[in-house]
Nanobody, 124 residues
Framework: GLLRESGGGSVPAGSSLTLSCVASGYMFGPHCMAWFRQFPGKEREFVAAIDFDGSALYIDSVKGRFAVSKDSGKNTLHLQMRNLQPEDTAMYYC???????????????????WGQGSQVTVSS
């Protein structure tokens, strides 16, 4: 695939984890680079993204705890997660889309590319 993730795991509440996503060189031009997560039996939920202008976007429940960043030189997207809680337990997916992030944030667009997913499990 074009997006390869790493960094998930099982941790106790209050821990930190960093997810990484390497994008292949096939993705030409600017892309919204995003993280989604999926709880069991639920649809995927937008979590965070970096838009064309480098601005970072987050859902309210992760603001102040999660930080999204991009290393353009290495085509890598990161999601640093701090103070993880059991309700953060989910499969986390990297995503990329050749349009600005507003579409995938508002679920009016489906990202063009998805990673394979990385499980994050937080125990209480």
């Amino acid at each position: 695939g074009l997006l390869r993730e790493s960094g998930g795991g099982s941790v106790p509440a209050g821990s930190s984890l960093t997810l990484s996503c390497v994008a292949s060189g096939y993705m030409f031009g600017p892309h919204c680079m995003a993280w989604f997560r999926q709880f069991p039996g639920k649809e995927r939920e937008f979590v965070a993204a970096i838009d064309f202008d480098g601005s970072a976007l987050y859902i309210d429940s992760v603001k102040g705890r999660f930080a999204v960043s991009k290393d353009s030189g290495k085509n890598t997207l990161h999601l640093q997660m701090r103070n993880l809680q059991p309700e953060d337990t989910a499969m986390y997916y990297c995503a990329a889309d050749p349009y600005r992030c507003v579409g995938i944030m508002r679920y009016t667009r489906e990202p063009q590319y998805w990673g394979q997913g990385s499980q994050v499990t937080v125990s209480s």
